[in-house]
């Protein structure tokens, strides 16, 4: 009898601590009642690989590790979620692997060629770099604008960041710090930035799809994302 009530009582301080926890936004995977009534959506809920695609087929189940999707030879460059996006906030944490190189894509318009026709907010072990942030770093927009400060944290820990696309303009916080303000406009010339350096587009990136998929970047690492969440902004 005692056995039974020691139980009953751990499950309800247990259920009592999951609520607690996810009142404050602090449970993987779930939105909280106040990102309901804001708008956000979840597009991982850390069980299944539901809505997210390798190329045409569904996302392989062993991508599904521990709460997290890590893409890694999941068949695709880029695994992406099913429905595209356009305007939004999008916010999700992520752990790296040492010497992982990997991103998260916006905006892609052609599947077949993601690189070419979305935006990539790159994922790199930069964390102990002494020297300025280069476009290639932990947090740039790829290849288009440094990072402002670094931001990333060493691998093995977990990294927060928010993206947020409306229209031209591009903005991230990594880790609590804004390292992109960028308005897409101002890329007027291919293969070039504003501040007059080489890119790799062969477009000036004010002509990439202002609406496109969201995906996640195989590059050969392991690298786990949790809590994905969508914020449409109307």
């Known amino acids: 009898m005692r056995g039974t009530l020691r139980s009953t009582v751990a499950a309800g ?15 993987d995977n779930q939105l909280t009642p106040r990102e309901k009534a ?20 569904p996302l392989p189940a062993k991508t599904i590790q521990g709460g ?6 999941a068949g695709a460059y880029v695994s992406h979620y099913k429905d595209p996006f356009g305007d939004f906030v999008l916010s999700c944490d ?41 476009k290639n770093d932990g947090g740039a927009l790829y290849d288009a604008v440094a990072p402002s400060v670094n931001a990333m944290k060493p691998a093995g ?28 406009d101002r890329w007027t010339t291919p293969h070039k930035n504003p501040d007059g350096s080489q890119n790799k587009y062969n477009k000036p990136l004010k002509d990439f799809p202002r ?6 970047q195989d590059h050969g690492h392991d690298v786990w994302f949790k809590n994905i969440k969508v914020k449409p902004i109307k």
């Open 38 to 57: 804001d708008g956000w959506a979840l597009l991982f809920d850390g069980k299944t690989a539901g809505g997210w695609m390798s190329g045409e087929k």
């Open 94 to 134: 992520f752990k790296i692997s040492p010497g992982c190189n990997s991103g998260i894509f916006f905006r892609v318009g052609d599947l077949k060629d993601p690189v070419q026709s979305g935006f990539e907010i790159q994922i790199y072990d930069t964390a102990n770099k002494k020297t300025k942030p280069g």
């Open 68 to 73: 997290t999707i890590n893409p890694r030879g």
């Open 13 to 27: 301080i247990g259920l009592s601590l999951v609520l607690a926890l996810a009142a404050a936004g602090e449970v």
């Open 157 to 184: 820990e977990w990294d927060h960041i928010e993206i947020t696309a409306d229209k031209s303009l591009v903005k991230v916080v990594l880790n609590g710090q804004q390292v992109i303000d960028a308005d897409l």
């Open 211 to 216: 609406s496109g998929y969201i995906g996640l």
